[in-house]
């Protein structure tokens, strides 16, 4: 069993930048892929951000591509999200979760095992 739990969410102006970190525990994350998702109120899942299990691949949606960084840390069974030029539509609560693979996959919300429990981020204009 993998624990998440995130950390970094807050209040930022509009143009601000928040780094999220996801922590993981029980066991290494090192042979697992990793993603941040992202869900507004009454609103899907959405996958914003994944990396696979060496950071050598990397996905970014179309809505946080050139504003959103993901890395990982595998020493130290952390994940980040690095974010910047935050916009009030980024205003939602983002999850890390891991999935039970080397790769990315489809991106689907399905495909990943572990969750965390939230992070709320706010950006105001």
């Known amino acids: 069993q993998v624990q998440l739990v995130e950390s970094g969410g807050g209040l930022v102006q509009a143009g601000g930048s928040l780094r999220l970190s996801c922590a993981a525990s029980?066991?290494?994350?090192?042979?697992?892929?990793m993603g941040w998702f992202r869900q507004a109120p009454g609103k899907e899942r959405d996958l914003v951000a994944a990396?696979?299990?060496?950071?050598?691949?990397?996905y970014y949606s179309e809505v946080v591509k050139g504003r959103f960084t993901i890395s990982r840390d595998n020493a130290k069974g952390t994940v980040y999200l690095q974010m910047n030029s935050l916009k009030p539509e980024d205003t939602v609560v983002y999850y890390c979760?891991?999935?039970?693979?080397?790769?990315?996959?489809?991106?689907?919300?399905?495909?990943?095992?572990?969750w965390g429990q939230g992070t709320q981020v706010t950006v105001s204009s």
């Open positions: 979760a891991a999935r039970s693979s080397l790769l990315l996959g489809n991106r689907r919300e399905d495909e990943y095992t572990y």
């Open positions: 990396i696979n299990f060496n950071g050598g691949i990397r």
């Open positions: 029980g066991r290494t994350i090192s042979r697992n892929a």
